[in-house]
């Protein structure tokens, strides 16, 4: 849809056809640059508005959180349909709640759970975070800060 849209305002603005409209400055807002401090996770937001935040912080400047003092990048999340038996309502957010190498990463968020699909622990490079599991680097109870 949005390609047929593209070549659609493409040919009007050809044409001379394409309707002009001036920004409307009372709603206009700003957007501050991102940097690697601004990328910094709240594990008390929502999952959808973490969802967001991490795809937009992908590639740069990477969204991250500590874990153990130590810094994490996280990518590919996915904010599930249903909770799947763990009990990410009453966990802490940032508390992993499921840490296994074939159902994934889990993590409480301020209004339930969180799929992470990659991870970048420090020194390393970027992996699926089932490989991170299977390495020992997260476990069910940590807490993502």
């Known amino acids: 849809?949005?390609?047929a849209a593209l070549v659609e305002a493409l040919a009007q603005m050809e044409?001379?056809?394409?309707?002009?409209?001036?920004?409307d400055h009372e709603r206009a807002t700003?957007?501050?640059?991102?940097?690697?401090k601004t990328a910094r996770l709240d594990w008390t937001r929502s999952a959808a508005e973490l969802d967001r935040w991490i795809r937009?912080?992908?590639?740069?400047p990477a969204a991250w959180t500590t874990l153990n003092g130590d810094p994490v990048q996280l990518f590919s999340p996915v904010v599930p349909e249903r909770s799947g038996g763990e009990d990410?309502?009453?966990a802490a957010p940032g508390t992993v709640v499921r840490a296994d190498p074939r159902r994934g990463l889990r993590v409480?968020?301020?209004?339930?759970?969180?799929e992470i699909g990659e991870v970048k622990p420090a020194g390393s490079s970027r992996m699926d975070a089932a490989a991170w599991i299977?390495?020992?680097g997260v476990a069910a109870g940590d807490r993502f800060v």
Do not use: N
Not at 30 to 36: F, G, I, S, T
Not at 56 to 60: I, L, N, R, T
């Open 1 to 3: 849809m949005g390609a």
């Open 15 to 23: 044409a001379g056809t394409l309707p002009e409209t001036d920004q």
């Open 30 to 36: 700003y957007a501050p640059k991102l940097d690697r």
């Open 56 to 60: 937009g912080c992908d590639p740069w």
């Open 88 to 90: 990410a309502a009453s």
């Open 108 to 114: 409480a968020t301020g209004d339930g759970p969180l």
């Open 134 to 136: 299977a390495g020992r």
